[in-house]
């Protein structure tokens, strides 16, 4: 379980299988703030099925991708978000180019 402490402004969500965790996701406002699968895990559909929990859920319509993932840039843009944007760095001011997209 991630404590609420180390994530204080998000709302985390994780996905399960036979009580056995698989992924988790989180969300601030309106915007998915980090979307995780576990290896062994991928393409079975959990991503989608706990991407549109989140978004059912807290209507999120905003994600932050980086750009050297191209694999997270179409899972995205297969639901539905569109590029509106770029950054040559990150949040934290690091060199990792980030892809803004939107609902």
Same mark, same amino acid.
């Given at each position: 379980?991630?404590?609420?402490?180390?994530?204080?402004?998000?709302?985390?969500?994780?996905?399960?299988?036979?009580?056995?965790?698989?992924?988790?996701?989180?969300?601030? =406002?309106?915007?998915?703030?980090?979307?995780?699968?576990?290896? +062994?895990?991928? !393409?079975? $559909?959990?991503?989608?099925? @706990?991407?549109?929990?989140?978004?059912?859920?807290?209507?999120?319509?905003?994600?932050?991708?980086?750009?050297?993932?191209?694999?997270?840039?179409?899972?995205? =843009?297969?639901?539905?978000?569109?590029?509106?944007?770029r950054? +040559?760095?990150? !949040?934290? $001011?690091?060199?990792?180019? @980030?892809?803004?997209?939107s609902l």
């Open positions: 379980m991630i404590p609420e402490q180390y994530f204080p402004h998000l709302q985390v969500y994780i996905i399960s299988e036979n009580n056995d965790p698989k992924g988790f996701g989180a969300v601030s =406002e309106d915007t998915l703030e980090m979307l995780f699968v576990h290896n +062994d895990a991928r !393409g079975n $559909g959990l991503g989608k099925i @706990l991407y549109q929990y989140l978004h059912d859920k807290t209507g999120c319509t905003k994600v932050d991708v980086n750009e050297q993932n191209p694999q997270a840039i179409g899972f995205y =843009e297969k639901m539905g978000f569109r590029k509106t944007g950054s +040559d760095k990150d !949040g934290s $001011g690091k060199d990792y180019p @980030l892809i803004h997209m």
